[in-house]
C-alpha cells in the first residue's frame, strides 16, 4: 500500500478520501528541514555544502512518514507544485534515504496536481516523475543566499547599529522602497494651479458641468492659472461672454476585462477591495485550496486549462445567455519571463459554483471565493461596450471654449459580474459621467443651481482621498463666483506620490522583479514584524529604525540593495530552475563580492559610521528653520551641535554637549510631536516640554551636579505635544495623586506606570502594595475613594491580574467530530492555544491561529490528552507502592495526586 506524503493534515484528509483505502496519505506539516541558526550551516569553503538540521516539531512526522515505510512497498511524494513543494519533497527524501528507511527496492515517485478535486488527483497519480533536480537547485541557492546574507549582515547591523534587527535579502530592498518613497515625500514642493468649472443647463432644462480648456485663444496648460488673480480674471472672460455649443462628438469604445488572477494581483485586489493584508490574504486563500475550491494560489501564471475555459464559457452562458458570451475563448499570455511556479493562474475548480454554494463559516474565505469565482467568469465574458461622449463649447470670437465629457453604457458585457479596483482613485475623473441630451448649435445658458454647493461636498471626498494616499498636503480650495454662482475657480496644489499600501508595494516589486510570488506576503510580514514599517489607514510608513537601516545599507552596502542587482540576481536564479545554469557558480560570484563588503564595514568605528548616516540624513533631521538659524544648532542649551545618536530602541537626535544638555529628540525636524519649548514657570523653576528616545515629556528646571534626574513625566497615552501647556504640565508633575486614607489604613494613591494608569496602596496587612489597573488616563486625576476601594477589593480578591480573566477567543473551528464541544483558539497568556473541554493544546511554535484547521487541532488534542492520561496513570501508581512501605503518613500522598491536575493545565 503506497505511502503518499502532503504537506498539510486537512489536504491529507481530502486526498485520502478520493485515493481510497489502498493508499496511506500522511501529512509533513510543511518542511521537515532547515539551515540551523549558527555559523557554518552553509560552508562557503568547501563548495557551499549545506548542513541541515530537522526541526523539534517535525521530528515526530518524519517517524510517521517513516513507520509507515516498513510496511508499505512505495513513497509518492505529492507536496505543492511550486519551489518550496519541490523541496520539502527532496527534503523528505533525502531524509528517509540517510535514515535508510528508503531501500533499493523502494519506488520513489513525484506527483503534481494543480487542484484538489478527484479528477486532478486521480490524473496526477497516472503521470508520476521524479523530483525535479533544477527547481530543487534553485531552492538550495535561494536558501543558501537568504542564510549568507542574514547570518553574515545582521551581526553588522547589530554592532554598528544598536537596536537595529536583522537583515534579509529581499526584505532590505524592499524596506528601501518604502523609505524612498517617503523621502520623496518629504521633499517634495506643492505647486499651486487653478481650474475653473461651470454648470450648465439645457433648453430642456437638464444640468452639466464643464471645464475650461481654451482662454485667449490659447490651450491652457495645467499651470497656465498660476494664481487667484489669473483665476478670477479667467471667471470674468466666461462670465462675459455669450456661449454656445461648438460641437457634440460620440464615439463608440470598448472595455476589456482583466486577466484571471495570479498570486501578485490576488493580494493587490484583495487589498483594494477588502483592505486584507498579503499574508492575511493568502492565508484565506491556502484553506480554500486545501478545501478544494480553488488552485493552486502560489502562481505567477495566468493562463487556464483549457477544460476551464470550456467551463467558465457554459457557466456564462446558461447564467446569463449567449449575449455575454464572446465567439471565441480569451486567450491570456503569462508576461513572466521564467515562470517556474504553478503555471495556471487561481481560478475555481467548479465554475458552477459561485460563494454562496461552499461551505465555509469564515468571512475571509467567502469574499475571497466570490472575487476569485468572479473575476474567473469575467475574464471570459464580453467586452462592455461604451458610447464616450465629448462636447465642447465656445464664445462666438472663439476666445474662451469649455469641455463635458461624458459616457453612456451600451452593454455592460463583463462589468455586469465583476470591475476591478483601482490604486489611489482621482478625484478629478469626470470620464464616468453621464451627460444629458445636448444639441449641437444650442445655447449654453449657466444653470441657476450653485456650484459652489456641489463641490464642496465634493471637495471633502477628495480630501478624504489625497490624505489618505499618504500625501504630505491635502488639497486646499478657494472659490470665485459669478454672480448666479455656476461658475467656480478651484485652487488646487500638486500632491506627492502616495505611500506604498501593500497592494501597490507588491505591483512595484513584481514590476521591478524583486521576490516572486510565493514571497510577497512573507517579506512585507516580516518588515512590519522587525518594526523596520508601520501600517496605518492600510499604508505603510517606515520607522526611524527602518529609515536608518535602509541609509546604512546603501552607503556601506548599496550593490546588495540594489533594484537593478537584486532583479538579476532573481533571473540567475530563474536561470538555475530552468536548468541553464549551476547553482553554486551564482552563490560563488556573489559570495566573493559580499565577503569583501562585509571585511570592510568590520573595521569601522560606531562614530563613523554615525558621522555617515547623520550626513546621508542631514535634510531629514535637521530642516530649515523659519527664523534662518542654524538647524543643527540644539534649542536648549543653544550652544551645542545635534547629532545623530543610536539606542536599542532605534535612532534618535541628541545634543553633543551631553550629559551637560540631555536635549533629545525623534527622527523628524524641529516641528516632530508639538516642538520642544519652555511652558513657563512655577516656583523658580522652569517647566518645558521635550521630546526623547521613548517620546514626548515634561521635565521640572535643569539637570545640575546635585540634581542629576530633575522631576519628569512621560505624556500618557492620548495626550498630544501640541496641546500642552503649563497647567497640564503641573499637573503630571505633581503625580503621585492622593486620593485620601484607606478605611482599613495606609494612602491610595495613582500615578502613571509601565503599563498604564494604576492605583496603589499598601495596608497594615500587605507584605506589598497592591497595584490596581485603570482603564481611562483620567481617572488617574478624577477617581473618587468608593471606586479606588471597590478597584483595590477586587484586585485582592483575584490577586492573578490581567491572566486571570476569561481568555480572547481567536477563532471557533466548530464541534469536535469524535466527541462532540466546542473546539476553539484562545488567546493565552504565554501564546495562543487550542481548548476542547478541559484539555489547553499549545500551538506549536510558529503556527498562527489563522492557519489552525479542525484536523489539526484534534491531533493537537489528543496529544495533550495523552500526555496528561500518562501523568495521571504515573501518579496513581504511587499508593499502591506506598503500601509496604514502612508505616508512612497518609498526608504525603496529597502531593502526589495533585501534581496530575496541574501538568493537565499548563497548555495555557
Not at 646 to 663: A, D, H, I, L, Q
Not at 746 to 769: Q, S
Not at 781 to 787: C, H, I, T, Y
Request: proline content about 6%; aromatic content about 6%; hydrophobic content about 35%.
Amino acid at each position: 500500500m503506497p505511502v503518499v506524503v502532503v504537506e498539510s493534515p486537512a489536504k491529507a484528509k481530502t486526498i485520502n478520501k478520493y485515493l481510497g483505502p489502498g493508499y496511506t496519505v500522511l501529512a509533513s506539516y510543511g518542511h521537515v528541514r532547515d539551515l540551523p541558526p549558527k555559523d557554518g550551516s552553509v560552508d562557503t569553503e568547501n563548495g557551499f555544502e549545506m548542513k541541515w538540521e530537522i526541526g523539534a516539531d517535525s521530528r515526530k512526522h518524519v517517524k510517521a512518514i517513516a513507520d509507515a515505510l516498513k510496511d508499505d512497498n512505495a513513497l509518492i511524494l505529492a507536496t505543492d507544485p511550486d519551489r518550496e513543494g519541490e523541496a520539502i519533497s527532496w527534503h523528505l527524501e533525502d531524509t528517509l534515504r540517510k535514515r535508510k528507511v528508503i531501500k533499493k527496492d523502494t519506488p520513489v515517485s513525484r506527483v503534481v496536481f494543480n487542484a484538489i478535486t478527484k479528477t486532478a488527483v486521480t490524473e496526477a497519480m497516472k503521470n508520476p516523475r521524479q523530483v525535479d533536480a533544477p527547481l530543487v537547485e534553485a531552492y538550495l541557492a535561494r536558501r543558501a543566499l537568504d542564510y549568507l546574507v542574514g547570518f553574515n549582515l545582521s551581526p553588522v547591523l547589530w554592532r554598528k547599529l544598536p537596536g537595529a534587527k536583522s537583515a534579509g535579502r529581499v526584505q532590505s530592498v524592499c524596506l528601501r522602497l518604502i523609505v524612498e518613497r517617503e523621502m520623496e515625500i518629504e521633499a517634495f514642493n506643492p505647486r499651486e494651479y487653478w481650474s475653473l468649472k461651470a454648470l450648465f443647463t439645457t433648453p430642456r432644462g437638464q444640468e452639466y458641468e464643464a471645464r475650461l480648456t481654451v482662454l485667449a485663444g490659447k490651450k491652457l496648460d495645467k499651470f497656465d492659472l498660476a494664481n487667484a488673480t489669473q483665476a478670477e480674471l479667467a471667471v470674468q472672460a466666461v462670465t462675459s461672454r455669450a456661449l454656445t455649443v461648438k460641437s457634440v462628438e460620440a464615439k463608440p469604445g470598448t472595455r476589456n476585462p482583466s486577466a484571471p488572477f495570479m498570486t501578485s494581483t490576488l493580494q493587490q485586489e484583495a487589498s483594494r477591495k477588502f483592505g486584507m493584508g498579503a499574508r492575511q490574504c493568502m492565508n484565506a486563500a491556502q484553506r480554500l485550496y486545501e478545501a478544494g475550491y480553488i488552485t493552486y494560489m502560489r502562481t505567477d501564471g495566468i493562463d487556464m486549462a483549457p477544460e476551464a475555459v470550456m467551463a467558465a464559457r457554459d457557466a456564462i452562458k446558461d447564467r446569463f445567455g449567449e449575449d455575454y458570451l464572446p465567439k471565441s475563448p480569451r486567450m491570456y499570455k503569462n508576461k513572466a519571463k521564467n515562470a517556474q511556479e504553478a503555471h495556471e493562474c487561481i481560478r475555481p475548480t467548479e465554475m458552477t459554483r459561485d460563494a454562496g454554494k461552499i461551505k465555509t463559516t469564515d468571512a475571509d474565505q467567502r469574499k475571497l471565493y466570490d472575487m476569485i469565482w468572479k473575476r474567473t467568469l469575467a475574464c471570459q465574458m464580453a467586452a462592455a461596450r461604451l458610447e464616450r461622449t465629448t462636447v465642447d463649447i465656445a464664445s462666438d470670437d472663439e476666445q474662451v471654449e469649455l469641455r463635458a465629457t461624458g459616457q453612456v453604457m451600451m452593454f455592460d458585457g463583463f462589468l455586469r459580474v465583476y470591475e476591478e479596483g483601482r490604486d489611489d482613485v482621482s478625484g478629478d475623473d469626470d470620464d464616468d459621467r453621464r451627460l444629458p441630451q445636448i444639441t449641437e448649435g444650442e445655447k449654453a445658458a449657466f444653470a441657476k443651481s450653485s456650484l459652489r454647493d456641489q463641490f464642496a461636498k465634493a471637495s471633502d471626498q477628495d480630501d478624504d482621498v489625497v490624505e489618505g494616499a499618504g500625501g504630505a498636503m491635502a488639497r486646499s480650495t478657494a472659490a470665485v463666483l459669478a454672480a448666479n454662482e455656476a461658475v467656480l475657480a478651484l485652487q488646487h496644489f500638486t500632491q506627492p506620490p502616495p505611500r506604498y499600501t501593500e497592494a501597490t508595494l507588491v505591483k512595484k516589486m513584481e514590476e521591478l522583479g524583486i521576490g516572486r510570488p510565493s514571497t510577497y506576503a512573507s517579506v512585507i510580514t516580516t518588515i512590519q514584524d522587525r518594526e523596520y514599517v508601520r501600517k496605518e489607514q492600510n499604508r505603510l510608513i517606515p520607522e526611524d529604525k527602518g529609515r536608518i537601516v535602509t541609509i546604512f545599507l546603501l552607503n556601506f552596502f548599496r550593490q546588495y540593495v540594489g533594484y537593478e542587482f537584486t532583479a538579476n540576481l532573481e533571473e540567475e536564479l530563474d536561470e538555475v530552475s530552468a536548468g541553464q545554469a549551476d547553482y553554486k557558480e551564482v552563490l560563488s560570484r556573489f559570495w566573493r563580492d559580499f565577503s569583501v563588503a562585509i571585511a570592510e564595514t568590520s573595521d569601522l568605528r560606531i562614530t563613523e559610521v554615525l558621522d555617515v548616516l547623520d550626513d546621508a540624513l542631514a535634510p531629514t533631521l535637521y530642516p530649515p528653520r523659519e527664523d534662518g538659524s542654524d538647524p543643527r544648532q540644539c534649542p536648549l542649551c543653544g550652544t551645542g551641535q545635534l547629532h545623530l545618536k543610536t539606542s536599542k530602541t532605534g535612532g534618535f537626535v541628541g545634543c553633543g554637549n551631553y550629559p551637560e544638555c540631555r536635549y533629545t529628540r525623534p527622527i523628524g525636524g524641529d516641528g516632530a510631536d508639538g516642538g520642544d519649548r519652555v511652558l513657563g514657570e512655577d516656583g523658580g523653576d522652569e517647566i518645558s516640554l521635550r521630546s526623547g528616545r521613548f517620546g514626548p515629556y515634561v521635565q521640572r528646571g535643569e539637570a545640575t551636579e546635585e540634581n542629576k534626574k530633575p522631576p519628569r513625566a512621560s505624556l500618557p497615552k492620548g495626550w498630544k505635544a501640541e496641546d500642552m501647556d503649563l497647567e497640564k504640565a503641573l499637573t503630571l508633575l505633581s503625580l503621585p495623586r492622593e486620593v485620601g486614607e484607606h478605611p482599613e489604613g495606609g494612602m491610595i494613591t495613582t500615578n502613571f506606570g509601565r503599563f498604564g494608569p494604576y492605583i496603589m496602596h499598601k495596608g497594615p496587612e500587605d507584605a506589598k502594595p497592591v497595584y490596581a489597573n485603570l482603564k481611562d488616563p483620567a481617572d488617574v486625576f478624577e477617581v473618587g475613594m468608593n471606586r479606588a476601594v471597590e478597584l483595590l477589593a477586587a484586585k485582592r480578591a483575584n490577586p492573578g491580574g490581567r491572566g486571570r480573566t476569561a481568555a480572547k477567543a481567536l477563532r471557533e473551528l466548530g464541534e469536535h467530530p469524535d466527541s462532540g464541544g466546542p473546539v476553539n483558539v484562545l488567546e493565552g497568556r504565554y501564546g495562543p492555544y487550542i481548548k476542547w473541554d478541559k484539555v489547553n493544546a499549545t500551538l506549536p511554535k510558529g503556527t498562527e491561529p489563522a492557519d489552525v484547521t479542525m484536523d489539526m487541532a484534534v491531533e493537537l488534542i489528543a496529544a495533550k490528552a495523552g500526555k496528561a492520561a500518562k501523568g495521571r496513570k504515573t501518579a496513581a501508581k504511587k499508593p499502591a507502592a506506598k503500601k509496604t512501605a514502612a508505616k508512612k503518613p497518609a498526608a504525603k500522598k496529597a502531593p502526589a495526586k495533585k501534581a496530575a491536575p496541574k501538568k493537565t493545565a499548563a497548555g495555557e
